[in-house]
Each structure stands twice: as C-alpha cells, then as structure tokens.
C-alpha cells in the first residue's frame, strides 16, 4: 500500500527566507508525485508534479520539488518565500492511478 | 472558464439528519471525484464518476453515503443519516481526459461539514 508523510503539521518562516517543506512516500511500485497548495477559502490549486524526466521540476511561483528515488522523497523548497506564500500545502502520490493518495499537509506560515 | 464549485460552503447539522452536497465540474470535464478530510488527517478518496457511471467507489465510507451524477453534469453526495465521524471537509475534483495518473485533477473550495 502506498503512504504519504509530511512530517511537520506548520512551518513558520520570515518573509525572504528560504523554506523547506518535506515529504516522504512509501510504495512498491513507480509513482507520480504532485504538490497542491489551497490558500484561504480556496480550493486545491496544483503547484507542481513529477511524471518522468528530469527530477527537478519547477512552479512558475519559484516552487520546486525534487525527486529523490533512493530516498523515496519528493521535498518542496523555495529560495525566498513571500507573504502570499502563506497557505497549506499538500503532497500526493498515485501509483498510475486516478486515486491520489495524500499527505496530512503542512501549512506554511509566512511573517513579516 | 468556471472552476469546480461546492455548494453549501458550510453546513451545521445534528446526528441522524440528513445532508447533501453538491459539486459542479469544470463544463466538458468527464471525470468527477470526491474527496474527504477528516480534521487534522490527509485527504482520502471517496470515489469516481466517468460521466454518470460510477467507476470506484472503493472509499466510501458505508452505506451511509450515496453519490450520484445523474446526466453526467453535476453531482450530488448524500449523507443519511449523519453520524459525528462523517465531520469533514468534502472536496470534489473534475478532470478532463483518461481519468488517468497524468491527469491534473482540478479542485473545488470543499464543503465543511459539522455534524453535532
């Protein structure tokens, strides 16, 4: 079965600092892997996915997310992070399926 | 273009009533998915239309629970009757072409559900 963990619930960080959100996975087989973010009252917006290639996949906010299959992870990082950054992010797995199995996501706290 | 809409935003109900959500997909979007939240716990799968058929509904909670789709446009999940687990936040999600992993499943703002 696959799983999904963000290991921290909420991640304060000062604006223009970088950040680091972290995600693991478990399975048994390929996956894809996605980020989605939801911001207040919204829904789940993609942020970024990796299917195959390259292993460092980019968003056009300056979001990227690397592949790391030894380590079976898939980390979120942004250089320096801005208030509008503030949300909760999330990340998901599918094995070639429809069916996303997700993280329990990590909102991001952005202060001045 | 429109995105995926839930309606109610927020809905407070007692044990044992009735609730139901609905959720309109992006036009032209096949595939219709719902999702729940359970507070503090990872989003899990409800199940999946491909226009009105349902093609899994293996994460559907128990009996309780009926989702439909009827004409293939949008759909409906009913809670009857609501017990305090079912407290949530219902998500609904649509995609556009195979329904496969590739594809970018759009999501809706969620439905809150309070169950008293």
């Known amino acids: 079965a696959q799983s999904v963990t963000q290991l921290d619930s909420q991640v304060p960080v000062f604006e223009e600092a970088p950040v680091e959100l972290r995600c693991n996975y478990s399975s048994s087989v390929s996956v894809y892997l996605f980020w989605y973010v939801q911001y207040p009252n919204q829904g789940l917006q993609l942020l970024l996915k990796y299917l195959s290639g390259s292993t460092l996949v980019e968003s056009i906010n300056g979001f990227e997310a690397e592949f790391n299959k030894s380590q079976t992870s898939f980390h979120l990082r942004k250089p320096s992070v801005h208030i509008s950054d503030t949300a909760e992010y999330f990340c998901?797995?599918?094995?070639?399926?429809?069916?996303?199995?997700f993280g329990t996501g990590t909102r991001l706290k952005v202060l001045a | 273009e429109a995105g995926v809409t839930q309606f109610p935003s927020h809905s407070v109900i007692e044990k044992g009533q009735t609730v139901t959500l609905r959720c309109d997909p992006i036009?032209?979007?096949?595939?219709l998915y719902w999702y729940r939240r359970v507070m503090g716990k990872e989003i899990k799968f409800l199940l999946h239309f491909v226009k009105e058929s349902k093609q899994d509904e293996s994460g559907m909670p128990n009996n309780r629970f009926l989702a439909e789709r009827t004409g293939g446009t949008y759909s409906t999940l009913k809670v009857q009757p609501a017990e305090l687990e079912d407290s949530g936040v219902y998500f609904c999600a649509s995609s556009s072409f195979s329904g496969g992993a590739a594809d970018t499943q759009y999501f809706g703002p969620g439905t809150r559900l309070t169950v008293l």
């Open positions: 998901a797995v599918n094995s070639g399926t429809y069916k996303y199995i």
């Open positions: 036009s032209g979007h096949d595939n």
